[in-house]
Structure formats: structure tokens, C-alpha cells
């Protein structure tokens, strides 16, 4: 990791909520010169992209209404269309809006609205190149809790502030079921083509509709269900007179009873039916090998999958070395076997982990600014977590809409097996996920789609780089604490190395479990439970190493080329800055940066 020249501090000290202020290739030109547009031409093709990158931004929080309300994108859930007609329409919208950018003059635009539209472009043919694929990979535990979304959106989500508007909620229901209805059709076509893959989701998603269909209305027990309880606090907030209570609390019962509880029970029989059959590696899957070295090239990977894990293997043998030396163990024994004995010894949490993470944040916070030239504005806020269910501190973005700061909620129940201190926290707050999240959208200029991660993950690169960067900012206080770093890193790593493993080798469990237990600090139970996730999971584990790997590389060209000693400051403002972009077009961004560095 590079060490960075020393700046005069550039963001005020942190509050007590821990604000933070201030805190491929080039085209070759043509011999007869590059080709000039008018003012109008150049007008018209903005207001082409606008509209398209409008269009496309509104048919995500469509497409995704649910996780759109809960990234704060929205204000009122709505409800998802499901089903193959929706799926048409939506892919119709892809390939026409497609076609609206290609008809435009990219040569018009602006050098950063045309990085833009590329980026537009990209994530446009990315969905569609991928719809085949995704027929024939469909885990249900990518999708077992749609009805728990559409009951939290009727029961948790919905704001009923009058009368009319709880009649709305209970209009609601009959569009609800029919969703339910139009994804269980689609769940019986997947599985008549065999290409559900069952895994625990299965059990979770059974579970949930039991409790509810357990509760009254859906069952005659004394015990409401907990939608049923969600609903009667919705009318209780009405404060109404209570032969008006008793009126709409019949049609209540009656939308839950005549519309909701069919589909629900029908739904259960659906799900507990399933043919139960093992998880299938990609190539066992039709077309399998093709559409598993897109997925991987989709995510970053630029060489092909046989390559890529020769190459994880390389790095994974380089971090084990590493940490032969920096915690100083026998070179003549197992490493794996010493790596447990020492996390068993070294696991730790703090007693007070509110006010150590309050106090590690404020420290590192007031070192941000000898490596990044400029920091956002918002909010990074430290509570601690109310639900008692919830054992593990973690991290919720920011919420413009709603005015709500990034926060980090910790837990006084934290178990050091579950928790990597302080590892976890600066990949979750500073310099890691909220810089990134926050950096984004605080970019004007930025368009909305590559500010959010709806159908396009931020780099999960950039945590483990954080994490890294927090050890020069003075981040960990002793080389145990700082040890978290590498073996983060040593597991991103064998997490490719089995991803590919599975998906293209092939390996069955019990040769995977072994390379698992060999080359990590995981137990059999812990290489189980990840090999099993990797399965259901294609190349899910394997995009954080693979992220980082575009990271390390964009920030060595970075610093190689750019004119002046302190410009990789400005590299990791500006890079973040750019939101989702993706990396295939991480050159041709490069390009552009380093004419103004």
C-alpha cells in the first residue's frame, strides 16, 4: 500500500455524531481530423442521453421497488411486477433504449457525459446478454422471500394517514396476491425445467409463511399473525372512533381471508413440493460453461476463469507466506493447523464497542485527509443497535430522501467469532463502505443510475483496499489487530480459487472441503457451510477478489502515469466519485483523469 505525502487537514474534527465535513483502447483518430458538431447537435444528443439515463434509472426502481425502498430511493413501497410478461417488457425497454444511444452522436458529447453513456450502454447489453443465463440459474433462495417483501410493504411499510387511505391498503391486497400468484407460476415453470436449486432458503422461506399462516385471520388460533399485527397498529394510528375501528377492521379480515390467504397456502404446498435435488455446479446446467465465464467476465474478469485461479492461487500461496512471517510462525509445520490455534487465542471483541468504535472512527477521520483530496459531507452517525435480535454491528447507507446520515449500529452482544475487530468496522464505515456510498452520491454530475447499487454492485474491492489504506491512517493498534487484514484477504482468495473450483472443475464436496481446510483458517464445519453457499451462489464469492484485483491495477497505472507525486490523493476522491462505473471502462476513464493529472 503506498504511503501518502502529509496534507495540511483538510475536514473539521468530528462530532459527537461523527460528521464528516469536507469529511478498450483509445479509438485512433481518423487521418482527416476528428469530426465537429454543432451547438444543436451537441444539445440534442444530451437530452438523449438525460432521457435515456432517466428512462432507465425509473425502470430500476420499478423493476426493484422493494430494495429501492429500503436503500431510502424511494418514499412508499410499491409492488414489484413479476412473471414473464413483466420480463418482456422490461428487456423490451433494455434493447430500446439500446437503441435510442447507439443512434446517437457520442462524438457530441461531452468527454464525461460519453464515459457516461458508455457506462449506460454497457449496463444496458450487460442485462441483456445475461437473461438467458438467468433462465437456467434460478436459486430459490435468490427469491424465497418475495412474500415476505410484499407483507412488510402492505403491513411494516405502508403509511395509512386517513381513512381512504387504509381502504387504498386494502385495494392493495388483491394486486399483492396476484403478484404472488404470477411468481409462483413462474417458480413451477423453473422448476418443470429443473433449474431450481433448493438450498436452506427453502427451510427460512417455510418458516416465514407458517408463522403467518399460523396467526389469525389466516387460521382460527387466538395469536394474531405478525402481518395481522402490523396491520391493526396501521388502524390503531388512525385514532378512530371505535364503530369506525370495527367497520374497517372487518374489511381488513375480509382482503386477508378472500385474497391473501389462497395464494399464501397455495404458495407453501408450492415451495414444500419442490423436488429436492442436490446444488449443480454451472456445468452441469445448460450452456453452463458459456454463461459462467460471462458472469465472471460481467464482474471484472478480464482473464479467463482457468487463468484467474492459477493466479488467486498464486496470491493465496504469497498471503500465506505473509503471514508465516508477520505472525511469526514454524515454517515446518501446516499452516492452517497454526492459523486456527492462533485466531483461538487472538479473537477479541471490545467490552464498550459504542464508544472504541467512536473513538477508532474519530481517530482515523482526522487522518482521511492525507489520503483522499476531497471528502463528503455526509454523515456517518455511531448508535447503538435496538433490535436484541440482531448480534452482529453493521452498516446502513445513507438515505438523501429521507435526510438520514450513513449509520454504523453496533451491538452489546458481539461475539468475537462473528466479528473481526477492527477489521469490520473500517471496511464498513471509514475509509471503506461509507466513503464509497457517500462519495456517490454527493457527486452532482454523477447520473442517478451509477449512483446506486440496484442491479449493479459497488466494487466489493474497496472495502479490503480500505482496510488496508486504515492501517496507514493509523488504524490498528497492534500486528494481531492488523493480522485481520491479511487473512481477510487470504480468504477472498480462496473464495475464487473454489468458485472456480466448483463451477468449472467440477469439484465435489469432499475434495473442495479439503483444498478449504488446507489452505485456510477455516474449520470443516466453516468450509462446509462456505462451499455449499458458493454452489447456490455462482461467482458471488469470487467478485471481491476479483474487484480488487481492477482496483490495485487502475491505482498503479494511476500512480505511474500521473504528473504530479500527490495525484493518487485525488485518484481515491475522484474514483469514488464515479459510483458504480464499471470496469471494463476503468481504461477509459483512466485516460481522461490523467489529462488533468
Not at 473454489?498 to 483444498?515: P, R
Request: proline fraction near 7%.
Amino acid at each position: 500500500m503506498t504511503h501518502f505525502s502529509k496534507l495540511p487537514h483538510a475536514v473539521s474534527a468530528l462530532l459527537l455524531a461523527l460528521a464528516l465535513s469536507g469529511c478498450q483502447s483509445t479509438p485512433t483518430t481518423p487521418v482527416s481530423g476528428p469530426e465537429t458538431f454543432s451547438p444543436a447537435q451537441t444539445d440534442a444528443a444530451m437530452a438523449t442521453l438525460e432521457q435515456a439515463q432517466s428512462e432507465y434509472y425509473q425502470g430500476l426502481l420499478q423493476r426493484y421497488p422493494y430494495q429501492a425502498f429500503q436503500k431510502g430511493l424511494t418514499l412508499t413501497p410499491q409492488l414489484a411486477a413479476t412473471g414473464t410478461a413483466a420480463d418482456d417488457e422490461w428487456y423490451q425497454q433494455l434493447a430500446d433504449l439500446e437503441e435510442q444511444l447507439e443512434q446517437m452522436p457520442h462524438g457530441a458529447l461531452p468527454a464525461r457525459q460519453q464515459l457516461y453513456a458508455r457506462a449506460l450502454q454497457y449496463r444496458l447489453g450487460q442485462q441483456q446478454e445475461w437473461r438467458q443465463c438467468k433462465e437456467h440459474w434460478s436459486s430459490l433462495g435468490q427469491q424465497a422471500f418475495l412474500p415476505q417483501q410484499v407483507l412488510e410493504q402492505l403491513g411494516k411499510h405502508f403509511q395509512a394517514q386517513t381513512i381512504p387511505d387504509f381502504q387504498a391498503l386494502l385495494n392493495t391486497m388483491s394486486a399483492a396476491a396476484e403478484q404472488l400468484k404470477a411468481w409462483q407460476v413462474q417458480l413451477e415453470q423453473q422448476q418443470a425445467k429443473g433449474v431450481v436449486n433448493l438450498d436452506s432458503e427453502r427451510d427460512a422461506a417455510l418458516a416465514y409463511l407458517d408463522r403467518q399462516l399460523a396467526g389469525y385471520p389466516f387460521s382460527d388460533s387466538s395469536t394474531p399473525s405478525p402481518f395481522w399485527v402490523d396491520i391493526q397498529q396501521q388502524l390503531t394510528a388512525l385514532k378512530l372512533y371505535p364503530s369506525s375501528q370495527d367497520v374497517l377492521q372487518a374489511d381488513a379480515k375480509s382482503a386477508v381471508t378472500n385474497h391473501l390467504l389462497p395464494v399464501l397456502r397455495s404458495l407453501r404446498a408450492t415451495i414444500k413440493s419442490l423436488n429436492s435435488q442436490p446444488q449443480l455446479s454451472w456445468q452441469q446446467q445448460p450452456g453452463g460453461d458459456a454463461c459462467y465465464r460471462l458472469q465472471l467476465s460481467q464482474l471484472g474478469a478480464t482473464d479467463a476463469p482457468e487463468l484467474l485461479q492459477e493466479i488467486a492461487k498464486s496470491r493465496l500461496a504469497a498471503l500465506q507466506q505473509q503471514l508465516r512471517v508477520e505472525l511469526q510462525l514454524d515454517d515446518t509445520q501446516p499452516l492452517a493447523q497454526q492459523l486456527r490455534a492462533w485466531l483461538a487465542s487472538n479473537r477479541v471483541a471490545p467490552g464498550d464497542v459504542q464508544s472504541e468504535s467512536l473513538k477508532r472512527l474519530r481517530a482515523v477521520s482526522e487522518r482521511l485527509p492525507y489520503a483522499f483530496e476531497s471528502l463528503p459531507t455526509t454523515e456517518l452517525v455511531i448508535q447503538p443497535e435496538t433490535n436484541p435480535a440482531i448480534h452482529h454491528p453493521h452498516y446502513q447507507l445513507p438515505k438523501p430522501l429521507l435526510g438520514l446520515p450513513g449509520i454504523y449500529y453496533t451491538t452489546a452482544q458481539t461475539h468475537p467469532n462473528e466479528w473481526r475487530w477492527p477489521l469490520d468496522l473500517y471496511k464498513d464505515t471509514l475509509p471503506g463502505k461509507h466513503l464509497q456510498y457517500a462519495m456517490a452520491q454527493e457527486n452532482p454530475q454523477l447520473p442517478d443510475f451509477l449512483k446506486t447499487d440496484l442491479e449493479a454492485a459497488f466494487e466489493p474491492g474497496w472495502p479490503d483496499i480500505a482496510a488496508e489504506l486504515a492501517s496507514d491512517l493509523g488504524g490498528y493498534q497492534s500486528p494481531s489487530e492488523h493480522a485481520w487484514v491479511l487473512l481477510d484477504e487470504m480468504e477472498q482468495e480462496l473464495n475464487l480459487v473454489l468458485d472456480v473450483a466448483v463451477h468449472l472443475y467440477e469439484w465435489d464436496n469432499a475434495k473442495a472441503n479439503q483444498y478449504c481446510q488446507l489452505n485456510s483458517f477455516m474449520s470443516e464445519t466453516q468450509c462446509s457451510s462456505r462451499i455449499a453457499a458458493i454452489r447456490a451462489q455462482p461467482a458471488h464469492f469470487a467478485h471481491a477478489a476479483i474487484s480488487r484485483a481492477n482496483i490495485l491495477a487502475l491505482m498503479q497505472d494511476a500512480e505511474a502515469a500521473a504528473s504530479q507525486p500527490r495525484a493518487l490523493l485525488a485518484f481515491h476522491s475522484d474514483w469514488l466519485k464515479q459510483g458504480t462505473l464499471p470496469a471494463a471502462l476503468y481504461p477509459i476513464w483512466l485516460d481522461a483523469w490523467l489529462q488533468t493529472h
